[in-house]
């Protein structure tokens, strides 16, 4: 059974950093791309970024560049989502989702496997 969970969410003040984890289970997770979305409430969810299977090519939100770096550990089957520079409007629920496809997305419609979530929230 394929399941992701998601973690090391919390309250931060503007400025500040997380890291965000995103671990596999029933799953080979080398041959996944992985995604990273948000969403705010009373906003569509939205992808902020995401990692290739295979080669680990990324892609990212123009509103996150520069501040959040994807990344992934096959070995831990995890993927990390490293946030910097946190701004009040990155706070949301931040959830992984896995496809079985070479190049990642960022498009919700195209995941299969989604985790539960963890909130991050910014405020001083």
């Known amino acids: 059974q394929v399941q992701l969970i998601e973690s090391g969410g919390g309250l931060v003040q503007p400025g500040d950093s997380l890291r965000l984890s995103c671990a596999g289970s029933?799953?080979?997770?080398?041959?996944?791309?992985i995604g990273w979305f948000r969403q705010a409430p009373g906003k569509e969810r939205e992808g902020v970024s995401c990692?290739?299977?295979?080669?680990?090519?990324?892609n990212y939100d123009d509103s996150v560049k520069g501040r959040f770096t994807i990344s992934r550990d096959n070995a831990k089957g995890t993927v990390y989502l490293q946030m910097n520079s946190l701004k009040p409007e990155d706070a949301a629920v931040y959830y992984c989702?896995?496809?079985?496809?070479?190049?990642?997305?960022?498009?919700?419609?195209?995941?299969?496997?989604w985790g539960q979530g963890t909130q991050v929230t910014v405020s001083s």
């Open positions: 990692i290739s299977a295979v080669d680990g090519s990324t």
């Open positions: 989702a896995a496809v079985l496809t070479f190049r990642c997305s960022r498009l919700d419609t195209e995941y299969m496997y």
């Open positions: 029933g799953f080979r997770l080398d041959d996944y791309a």
